[in-house]
């Protein structure tokens, strides 16, 4: 491998590119763009993209694509040659301000909630000057965002700018009301730490629910799995090794700040986590990490599994969240300081965060609703679906003396003393790390543990933007005009954490007791994408959004209409699969090994008729009494899904039937299927075992 320090960055059309390539005037004005959100003139559109097309064929390039991220859960791009035919019959390499600026794909088929007819095609995707474009594959990409042609939004994108830029414009108002004069903007930044499981791809290839659902839809346990939790934080193997050099390697190049890697808790589970950067450019980084992770385990023979749960019985893939809040001068806004008890700042904006939260509990809860996620939230390997929040020991306390008007009393960060003489001596953190709270203080950021693995994190940050945005807002007009400014603010902050400290628990998250204690508190307890979808069109989430001018209320809905739909059709998926693999191969190898098992007895028999025959025939009797209630409970699983297509046209309808009879009777199939697989022979059974999968790397 070349030196980090020359290869990092060498594919992106970062600053030091756009500053060695652009005339000093045109730099400048698109870093006013990129810094401080103003309109870029079309002039100096045509510099830069003129600028971008060579340093693009210089590096071999010969298209360019607008890469955007349409409602589909994946990003979507479409290749332009830069070629241009002379009168002379030969051709010229060019790109002009308004191919980069504006691409026209087909819109018609991307989801749109109903807001666009499929003869309705024409859509745009805009470039977004904050996010570098890069080059893969001899393409250069070039990240945009994606509207209609009557400019409904169509993708995560757009919302998240929008958000960051709402947010930027009331914490800049609050902080300048606080003395802060020099902040000019305000922004969020973004860690998104990503799960995921390594197979081996001859494995892969022969399950069919793999292929097609990114799950395993049966089986049975193996004789080990991460009961020892040996694999958490152990020696990577070579072959797992190789694969993370090499993705390492590939993001780097790309700019991408791959920082930790390491196995995760179950088998062939591993994770990899970046240095943070702003909401919309993680989201970009998080999104190409996923589609590079992909490629280059197919390099090595491996395949990246992104699903939040591809097998049964071990713990899933999720993807934390770090959200932080930073201004242009420096200054991280959740930091509390030395003396938090006098960071009457630090104390405003946690406020507006313990308030978000608590008000939009449910919007928290519906950004990770997926039907992988599904299998995750509340299994005692993710956060439960509850949505609190954690502070800590010491912000706790400090919560608890701001409430009561007590006197705070920090525990400092006492030494921890290691007892070996040749070890140094260290000061512990001042509060322990909560792994089972979905949205826990950090130090000087909150993680969000609940996103699944394959999670698009635009969508939890731009909400999470708004909904602060929003108490900061209020924050502001209260404070506006007070005359006495400090006696106001210590007001505000006592009465908003008053109000809303229902949502802060310290404790065990996965304990009974706290799914009783949070049905005492009023805290929302949606167990399924159903459940917690249902609560985006209420009226306080949609006048959310409208009010801060996000998303329109037609925007929400369409929305609300496409992920339901998208739960559904994949349960669907996941449905037919199963009864594809059951009538197909199951039952035809369950039958042939115990016809086996019956030529066997009789052989034996026809040898001597003494010879006992019990083993056989407990077998047979256990595996003959399982295959019909298999059978049985295939034929109910098809007429479900024949029943589902009977139903009113009703997305949320649809939906809540899925998840409560067809997908029960998956798992009643699955139980029956993979007990059958614990009594078959392995030269029977069709399909890999657990074992194999897991454990072949």
């Known amino acids: 491998m070349a030196k980090v320090t020359e290869i990092f960055g060498s594919m992106v059309f970062n600053d030091r590119k756009m500053q060695e390539r652009l005339p000093h005037s045109t730099y400048k004005a698109l870093k006013k763009t990129i810094k401080n959100g103003e309109p870029l003139d079309i002039s100096v559109a045509n510099a830069v993209a003129n600028a971008m097309k060579d340093w693009a064929v ?5 298209h360019y694509t607008h890469w955007f991220q349409p409602m589909t859960g994946v990003t979507a791009e479409k290749h332009d040659s830069f070629i241009c035919p002379t009168s002379e019959g030969e051709i010229i390499m060019e790109f002009s301000g308004k191919e980069l600026i504006k691409g026209e794909p087909d819109a018609s088929s991307f989801p749109s909630g109903g807001i666009r007819a499929t003869f309705e095609a024409r859509g745009y995707t805009t470039w977004d000057p904050t996010s570098p474009a890069f080059i893969r594959d001899k393409t250069l990409y070039i990240p945009t965002a994606f509207c209609s042609y009557t400019g409904e939004v169509l993708d995560k994108k757009t919302p998240l700018l929008r958000s960051m830029e709402r947010l930027s414009n009331v914490a800049v108002k609050l902080l300048h009301l606080l003395g802060k ?21 001859t494995m892969y290839d022969k399950r069919p629910d793999l292929i097609y659902t990114g799950r395993t839809l049966f089986g049975a ?3 080990k799995g991460q009961e020892l939790e040996d694999h958490y934080f152990g020696s990577i193997k070579t072959r797992v090794s190789d694969f993370m050099n090499d993705l390492d390697e590939q993001l780097w190049k790309l700019g991408i700040l791959a920082k930790t890697k ?19 450019i993680a989201t970009d980084h998080n999104e190409l990490t996923m589609e590079v992770m992909k490629k280059t385990a197919e390099k090595h023979g491996l395949v990246c599994l992104l699903h939040e749960k591809p097998f049964a019985g071990v713990n899933g893939s999720g993807k934390h969240n770090n959200w932080s809040i930073s201004t242009n001068t420096g200054e991280n806004l959740l930091d509390p300081g030395k003396h938090p008890e006098d960071n009457l700042q630090f104390q405003l904006f946690l406020a507006a965060v ?41 912000l706790g306390a400090l919560v608890d003396s701001v409430i009561n008007g007590t006197k705070f009393t920090s525990s400092g960060k006492p030494d921890m003393l290691t007892g070996v003489d040749v070890l140094p001596d260290f000061k512990k953190d001042t509060s322990d790390r909560n792994r089972t709270s979905p949205f826990a203080f950090t130090g000087n950021k909150f993680e969000f543990r609940a996103l699944g693995s394959s999670l698009n994190i635009a969508c939890p940050n731009y909400m999470l933007n708004t909904m602060v945005a929003e108490e900061l807002s209020q924050f502001y007009d209260e404070l506006k005009d007070s005359q006495d400014l400090e006696t106001a603010l210590k007001e505000l902050i006592k009465r908003t954490f008053t109000e809303h400290q229902n949502i802060i628990f310290n404790g065990d998250n996965y304990s009974d007791e706290w799914v009783a204690e949070a049905e005492r508190r009023g ?12 609560h985006y069109v209420d009226r306080k989430n949609i ?17 609300y209409e496409i992920e339901l739909e998208h739960y ?19 039952t035809p190898a369950v039958i042939a090994f115990i016809n086996k098992l019956s030529d066997a007895a009789s052989a034996k028999k026809s040898l001597n008729s003494s010879y006992s025959i019990y083993a056989e025939t407990k077998l047979i009797e256990k595996l003959s009494d399982e295959l019909e209630a298999f059978v049985k409970k295939t034929d109910e699983l098809k007429v479900s899904i024949d029943k589902a297509a009977d139903l009113e046209n009703d997305n949320l309808t649809r939906a809540k039937y899925y998840r409560e009879t067809v997908f029960g009777l998956m798992n009643e199939l699955r139980s029956i299927g993979d007990s059958m697989e614990s009594s078959t022979s392995a030269k029977y059974w069709p399909y890999p075992s657990y074992g194999e999968i897991l454990f072949s790397v």
């Open 58 to 62: 210089e590096m071999g390039c010969t």
């Open 181 to 201: 004069k020099d902040v000019t903007r305000v922004t969020t930044t973004v860690g998104p730490e990503q799960e995921y499981f390594l197979i081996d791809k």
């Open 221 to 223: 346990p193996a004789p």
């Open 262 to 280: 390491h196995n995760e808790v179950a088998p062939s589970q591993h994770e990899l986590a970046p240095v943070f950067t702003t909401s919309n």
């Open 354 to 394: 313990v308030k978000a939260v608590h008000e939009y509990q449910d919007l928290l809860r519906l950004t990770v609703a997926s039907a992988g996620n599904d299998h995750r939230l509340g299994a005692n390997e993710a956060p439960p679906a509850i949505i609190s929040m954690y502070l800590g020991d010491d």
């Open 523 to 534: 805290l929302c307890n949606y167990r399924s994408l159903p459940e917690a979808m249902a």
């Open 543 to 559: 006048d959310l959004f409208v009010k801060n001018g996000i998303v329109s209320e037609a925007e929400i809905r369409a929305r």
């Open 568 to 586: 559904y059709k994949q349960l669907r998926i996941e449905a037919l699969t199963m009864v594809d693999m059951a009538e197909k191969n199951i």
